[in-house]
C-alpha cells in the first residue's frame, strides 16, 4: 500500500477529527522510561514512527500494549541500555530516548542518528547540553556512547532554540540532582505537552511554554494517565487542502490556538475561518490569493512542516510567491514533482523559491520523497484536473494515521493501493 491515487478537482466538504500529535506523542512515550512504572498514553496516533517507538522501549525491556486509542507502557523492566540500531536509523526522534534513558540508566549505546532526507540535522546541540549535564560521549565503530556517572543540573543556554535538544535537556534535567536552568528553550507546543505529563507523574518544571525553563531534578516519577493534544500539522494540512480546492470544512479538535500562523496565512489566501471549542471551520476562497512572501520559522512563526503543503496551495495561487525555508536546508525536494503536474516553480536558491501561481492544475505521476512534502502531494492532487498517484506514501504514513480516509470523510476521491 505504498501509492495513494486522488481524482482531483473536487473542493472538500464535510468534517473530520484530528488524531494525536506525532511530536508530541514520541517524547512522551520516550519520557514513559523515567518512571519505572505504568503509564496510559491516550490518543497516540497510529503512524509508524509511533509504532518505531514502541519497538525500541520494547527492545530496552518495556512492556508496551495498544489498548482502544491509546498505549500503555510499563517502563518497570528496563534492563539495557543498548538501541536497537535500525529502528534508530529508521527514526531521528528516536534521538529524544537519549536524554530519557540518560535518566534512568547511566549508559546508553546508539548508532548515531546522523542525517535525514531533509537536511543534515546535526545533534551538536544535544551532545553540548548533556554534556554539561556530567555526560560523556564516545563514538566507537559508528555507535553513539553516552555515559553519566553523576547526572546533575546546570545552566543551558540553547544557541538556537532546537525542539529536540529542549526536549533531551528536560528529559535528563527531571532526574538529574539539582536545579537545570534552561536559556533559550524552543517554544514548540509539543514541548509543553512533554512538561505537562512529567508534571502528571510529579516533576517539577516551571516557565513551561516559556524560553526559560527551570526544571528541577531528583523528584521521583510515578506512572500516571495522559492525553496527547490533536495534531497541529495534521490540522494545518486539512485546512491548507481546503483553501487550495476552495471547501468547505470543520476540522474537529483542530488547535486554533497553536496554528495562528498558520490561520493568518490562509486568511491572506482569501480563506474564511470561524473557531469554536470544539474545532475550526474553514471556507475557501474559489481561487486561493498569492501571498507575497512565506517564511518558516520556529514556533510561534510558520512551521516548517507545512512548507510544502502551503508551496503546493501556491501553485495555484493568483500571483507571485516567494517561499523561504529557513529551518531545514533540504526542504524543496517536492518542486520537481510539483512541475510534473504543471506548476511553475523558479528555485532561486537553496533554500528559497519564487511560485508564479498557474489557474489550474492536472494530474500526474509523482514520487514522496519525505514525509511533509508526499503529503504536500496528496494536497495537490486534490487540487490538480484528472488523475494523479503518488508513490512512495510510506512516508506519509509515518506522520499521517490514515490520510486517505480522512480526506474520504472530507469528500475527496481517494485511494491508498
Ligand atoms: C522537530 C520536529 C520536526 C520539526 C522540527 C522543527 C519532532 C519529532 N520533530 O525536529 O517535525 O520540523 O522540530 O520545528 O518533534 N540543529 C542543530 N544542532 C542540533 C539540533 C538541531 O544545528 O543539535 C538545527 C537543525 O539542523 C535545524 C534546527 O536546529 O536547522 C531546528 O532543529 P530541531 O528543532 O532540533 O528539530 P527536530 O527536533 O529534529
Not at 10 to 32: F, H, R, Y
Not at 209 to 220: A, D, E, K, Y
Not at 247 to 254: M, N
Not at 289 to 305: C, L, M, N, Q
Request: aromatic share 4%; net charge negative; glycine share 12%.
Amino acid at each position: 500500500m505504498d501509492s495513494i491515487h486522488i481524482w482531483g478537482g473536487v473542493a472538500l466538504q464535510g468534517e473530520v477529527c484530528i488524531q494525536g500529535s506525532k511530536n508530541a506523542t514520541l517524547p512522551i512515550l520516550a519520557a514513559t522510561l523515567l518512571t519505572g512504572e505504568c503509564s496510559y498514553i491516550k490518543n497516540c496516533p497510529r503512524i509508524s514512527d509511533v509504532y518505531a517507538m514502541a519497538s525500541l522501549l520494547r527492545s530496552l525491556g518495556c512492556t508496551v500494549i495498544w489498548q482502544e486509542n491509546g498505549l500503555l507502557v510499563d517502563s518497570s523492566s528496563v534492563k539495557r541500555g543498548e538501541m536497537c540500531s535500525e529502528a534508530v536509523r529508521g527514526m531521528r526522534s528516536s534521538l529524544c530516548l537519549l536524554g530519557a534513558m540518560l535518566g534512568r540508566c547511566s549508559e546508553v549505546v546508539m548508532e548515531h542518528p546522523g542525517g535525514c532526507v531533509i537536511g543534515s540535522r546535526p545533534i551538536d546541540l544535544h551532545i553540548a547540553a548533556l554534556e554539561q549535564m556530567g555526560v560523556e560521549f564516545r563514538e566507537e565503530a559508528g555507535m553513539l556512547k553516552a555515559s553519566a556517572d553523576r547526572l546533575h543540573g546546570a545552566e543551558i543556554t540553547l544557541p538556537k532554540p532546537s525542539v529536540g535538544a529542549t526536549e533531551n535537556i528536560i528529559l535528563a534535567g527531571v532526574m538529574a540532582e539539582g536545579d537545570t536552568i534552561l536559556e533559550g528553550a524552543a517554544l514548540e507546543p509539543e514541548i509543553a505537552a512533554l512538561c505537562r505529563y512529567l508534571e502528571h507523574c510529579g516533576a517539577c518544571i516551571e516557565g513551561i511554554g516559556s524560553s526559560r525553563l527551570v526544571i528541577r531534578g531528583g523528584r521521583t516519577l510515578y506512572g500516571t494517565d495522559f492525553e496527547v493534544p490533536a495534531d497541529r500539522i495534521v490540522a494545518g494540512t486539512y485546512l491548507l487542502a481546503c483553501i487550495g480546492t476552495g471547501g468547505s470544512i470543520f476540522l474537529e479538535r483542530a488547535p486554533g490556538d497553536e496554528l495562528e500562523a498558520v490561520i493568518k496565512l490562509a486568511e491572506r489566501m482569501g480563506g474564511k475561518l470561524y473557531f469554536s471549542e470544539e474545532g475550526i471551520y474553514v471556507q475557501g476562497p474559489d481561487r486561493p490569493k498569492s501571498v507575497e512572501r512565506i517564511e518558516t520559522a520556529t514556533y510561534p512563526g510558520f512551521p516548517t512542516d507545512l512548507q510544502s503543503v502551503a508551496l503546493a496551495v501556491e501553485t495555484m495561487g493568483e500571483g507571485d510567491t516567494i517561499i523561504e525555508e529557513k529551518i531545514f536546508e533540504n526542504r524543496f525536494r517536492i518542486v520537481e514533482e510539483l512541475r510534473k503536474m504543471g506548476a511553475c516553480i523558479e528555485q532561486l536558491e537553496e533554500t528559497r523559491v519564487l511560485v508564479r501561481g498557474v489557474p489550474a492544475l492536472h494530474g500526474a505521476e509523482t514520487e514522496a520523497k519525505e514525509l511533509r512534502g508526499g503529503a504536500a502531494l496528496a494536497v495537490a492532487g486534490l487540487m490538480a484536473q484528472g488523475k494523479t498517484c503518488v508513490s512512495g506514501c510510506l512516508y506519509i504514513y509515518r506522520g499521517y494515521e490514515n490520510i486517505c480516509r480522512d480526506l474520504r470523510e472530507l469528500g475527496a476521491r481517494i485511494i491508498s493501493v
